[in-house]
C-alpha cells in the first residue's frame, strides 16, 4: 500500500465520524437559537407587559384621581380655575389612554392582514401642512422649531388620507418629543422621476445607534423601556407608521446617529404605481384566505 493512502474502510469510518459531528453540531446550532430566541421572546413579553400596565395605569390613575376630587366639591369648595384645571387633565389623560388603545388596535389588525385603505388621490402637501399645525403648540412648549421646505409642485398621491395623517403625525411627534430644546423638526418633500413622492422628517434630536433603530422599529419595543424612561410611549408609533408606509406601497427609511439627529425618509409610489400594488396586496390576501 502507498504511502499516505487511506484504507477503503477506514475512510468510509472517517467520513462517517465527520457526518455524525456535522449533525451534532448543527443540532447545537439549531437548540442554541431556539433557546435564545424563547429568551429574547421572553423579555420582549415581559416588558411589553410592564410597559402596558404603565402606559394604561398612568392616566387611568390621573382620571380616577382627578375625578374624586370632582365628586368631593360638595365636602371642599373648589374654585372655578381648579374645576377647570382637573377637566383638562382628565382629559387629557382620557385623551392619551384612546391613543394608546387606538394604536394597539391598529397594529393588532394590521398584524392580522385585516386592515384596509380608503385610498384616493390625495393632495399630501395639505396633510404635512395640518399635522404640522396640529404639532405647533407641543413644539413651542418644549421650545422647538417645526419647519418645512414643500416642493413647489408636489404631484398629487394615492393613499388613505386618515392613515397618511397618521403616519406623518407619528412621525413628527416622535421628532419633537426626542428634540432638547432650542432643536428644530423640519419636514421636506421632493418629487421623485417616476412620479413618485419624498418626504423627509429630520430634527435634531437624540439620534438612534443601528441596534435601537430596530428596536423602535418593532412593535412594543422601546429603546429604553424602564419605568423611568424620560419619555412616554407604547413603542407603537413606528411601526405603525412603517406598515401603513408599506401599505401604501411604499417604503420607509430611518438614517440617525448618537447625538446627530434623525432622519426618517418616506417614499410614496405615483397613483398608477399605488393601484397595481393595492391590487396585488388585495389578491394576495384573498388567496391567502
Do not use: C
Amino acid at each position: 500500500m502507498l504511502s499516505g493512502t487511506v484504507a477503503p474502510g477506514k475512510s468510509n469510518t472517517l467520513m462517517g465520524e465527520y457526518s455524525a459531528l456535522v449533525l451534532r453540531h448543527r443540532a447545537w446550532l439549531a437548540e442554541n437559537t431556539a433557546r435564545v430566541e424563547a429568551q429574547l421572546a421572553s423579555k420582549v413579553k415581559s416588558e411589553f407587559i410592564a410597559n402596558m400596565s404603565h402606559e394604561l395605569r398612568t392616566p387611568l390613575n390621573t382620571v380616577i384621581g382627578f375625578a374624586k376630587l370632582l365628586g368631593e366639591h360638595d365636602k371642599r369648595r373648589l374654585h372655578d380655575g381648579e374645576v377647570i384645571e382637573y377637566a383638562d387633565l382628565i382629559r387629557d389623560a382620557a385623551t392619551h389612554l384612546l391613543a394608546v388603545i387606538n394604536d394597539i388596535l391598529d397594529i393588532s389588525k394590521i398584524q392580522s392582514g385585516k386592515y384596509t385603505l380608503d385610498a384616493r388621490e390625495v393632495d399630501l402637501e395639505e396633510i404635512l401642512q395640518a399635522v404640522l399645525a396640529s404639532h405647533k403648540l407641543n413644539a413651542g412648549e418644549a421650545s422647538v422649531l417645526l419647519d418645512s421646505r414643500f416642493h413647489p409642485t408636489l404631484p398629487a398621491v394615492r393613499g388613505d388620507p386618515a392613515k397618511l395623517t397618521q403616519v406623518f403625525s407619528n412621525l413628527v411627534g416622535n421628532a419633537v418629543k426626542f428634540t432638547p430644546p432650542g432643536g428644530s423638526v423640519t419636514i421636506e418633500t421632493r418629487a421623485q422621476p417616476d412620479g413618485g413622492v419624498a418626504v423627509y422628517v429630520r430634527d435634531t434630536g437624540l439620534g438612534m445607534t443601528e441596534d435601537e433603530v430596530a428596536i423602535a422599529l418593532t412593535p412594543f419595543g422601546q429603546v429604553d423601556a424602564g419605568h423611568s424612561r424620560w419619555r412616554e410611549g407604547a413603542g407603537l408609533g413606528l411601526p405603525i407608521a412603517k406598515a401603513l408606509v408599506h401599505l401604501h406601497g411604499g417604503s420607509i427609511e430611518i438614517r440617525s446617529a448618537k447625538s446627530s439627529g434623525t432622519e426618517v425618509a418616506v417614499t410614496l409610489p405615483s397613483p398608477i404605481e399605488a393601484e397595481v400594488t393595492n391590487a396585488n396586496v388585495a389578491f394576495e390576501e384573498s388567496a391567502a384566505g
